[in-house]
């Protein structure tokens, strides 16, 4: 599927704006943005602090509903439907990488990916079974850790996994390299994009840490609520 297709398998945003606030006390959020991510590409988007970066996130994820425009995730439409199918849509379909995990603490490394594939539920279509993935991430001997137990690295490595145990076709990370030092980083996201190709999941990682794009294969600016391709 190439990325300019008319029916992505991936994530399709057209014409999405969204307005906050209300009365004359608005923000324009988002202003006419078209993305396109196909599956298995690892799309960045940087951008100054208020320029609309999470709102995109919040709106690509079905979090936020678009004051106009259309999104679509592996070709369903993410705005149609009853509240209780789009939620269904968001877990069967979607992944959520956060800053700096946002793992539940009583829970082992390999419980924190239970909880994804219950909520799923899917019929026919099943993830990777979560100790296959943690290995796969590096983190075999340490399936069986809660997260005071592992370093900041790898809490963000078992937040990957479990954005991943439902075999999503789209992935998005918000600052995921948000706690970490360089080094660390650049591991954390070097994993993300290889994880995203090998899996074919389109993904879109918010970052403002510049050094990591070498990592992707397309990178967005987004400046007061504008989209615009940067590399
Ligand atoms: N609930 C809200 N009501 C009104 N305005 C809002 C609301 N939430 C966010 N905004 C405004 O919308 C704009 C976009 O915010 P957003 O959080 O998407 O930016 P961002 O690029 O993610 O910023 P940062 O990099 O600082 O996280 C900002 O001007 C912000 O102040």
Same mark, same amino acid.
């Given at each position: 599927m190439s990325a300019t297709s008319t029916t992505p398998d991936g994530l399709a945003l057209r014409g999405v704006s969204l307005r906050l606030g209300d009365g004359e006390e608005y923000v324009q959020a988002l202003d006419g943005v078209d993305l396109t991510v196909a599956r298995g590409e690892f799309a960045a988007v940087v951008g100054?602090?208020?320029? $609309?970066?999470?709102?995109?996130?919040?709106v690509a994820g079905?979090?936020?509903r678009p004051t106009s425009g259309t999104v679509t995730v592996a070709g369903r439409d993410l705005l149609a439907g009853s509240?209780? *199918?789009?939620?269904?849509?968001r877990r069967e379909e979607i992944g959520f990488v956060f800053q700096s995990g946002n793992l539940i603490p009583a829970l082992t490394a390999a419980e924190q990916l239970v909880l994804p +594939?219950?909520?799923a539920g899917r019929g026919g279509r099943r993830g990777p079974g979560a100790r296959t993935l943690l290995a796969d991430l590096g983190l075999a001997d340490k399936a069986d850790r809660r997260p005071d137990r592992l370093? $900041? @690295?790898e809490r963000q490595r078992v937040g990957i !996994?479990? !954005?991943l145990v439902t075999a999503p076709s789209l992935v998005l990370a918000d600052e995921p390299t948000a706690s970490l030092d360089r080094a660390r980083s650049h591991e954390v996201v070097a994993l993300l994009a290889r994880e995203a190709r090998a899996r074919n999941v389109a993904a879109v990682? /918010? +970052?403002? *840490?510049l050094d990591v794009l070498a990592h992707c *294969? +397309? /990178?967005?600016?987004?400046? *007061? @609520?504008?989209l615009t391709r940067a590399q």
């Open positions: 100054p602090s208020g320029a $609309g970066k999470s709102s995109l996130l919040a079905g979090l936020t509240r209780r *199918d789009r939620a269904r849509l +594939t219950r909520w370093s $900041g @690295g !996994a479990r !954005a990682m /918010v +970052t403002h *840490d *294969d +397309t /990178v967005y600016e987004m400046i *007061d @609520g504008r």
